[in-house]
């Protein structure tokens, strides 16, 4: 659990944890606090297109040195073994996840709800055009 009180923050607790992903990938990702609680991480271990997918993503606001407030967004950076770096904007509002690619409002997001129990979140990745593919996880630990 974050140590601190930023709420949206706080709100991503639900995704600590263990999760099985299916839909058009296939694996694990955990999701873990670094010390202090500013910074959500997500490991990555997925196989997805015939290919192997392992990065690490690092969730929280954005505060450039010497910034006295942080982001009003949750962002993102994600990096790969492929030397991939791709940037999310994160939001949690009651049991819809959505996270946005690049920015907020990007047209390119994936949206997932969880379930009652928070064992699962069912939803999919949506493309500008019509694009997109169903990814969902199950909390395994």
Do not use: C
């Amino acid at each position: 659990m974050t140590e601190h009180n930023d709420p949206k923050l706080k709100a991503l607790d639900r995704l600590v944890g263990t999760w099985k992903v299916t839909g058009a990938g296939s694996g694990t990702v955990t999701y873990r606090w670094m010390e202090g609680g500013h910074f959500l991480i997500q490991d990555v271990d997925l196989t997805q297109e015939g290919g192997t997918v392992k990065g690490t993503e690092f969730i929280g606001r954005k505060r450039p040195y010497g910034a006295e407030a942080p982001s009003e967004d949750v962002h993102s950076w994600y990096f790969d073994s492929d030397g991939s770096t791709l940037a999310y904007v994160y939001e949690l509002e009651g049991d819809i996840l959505t996270i946005w690619a690049h920015k907020k409002d990007s047209g390119a997001y994936y949206r997932g709800t969880f379930s009652a129990d928070g064992a699962t979140v069912t939803g999919a990745w949506v493309y500008p055009g019509g694009g997109g593919y169903e990814s969902n996880m199950t909390r395994v630990g």
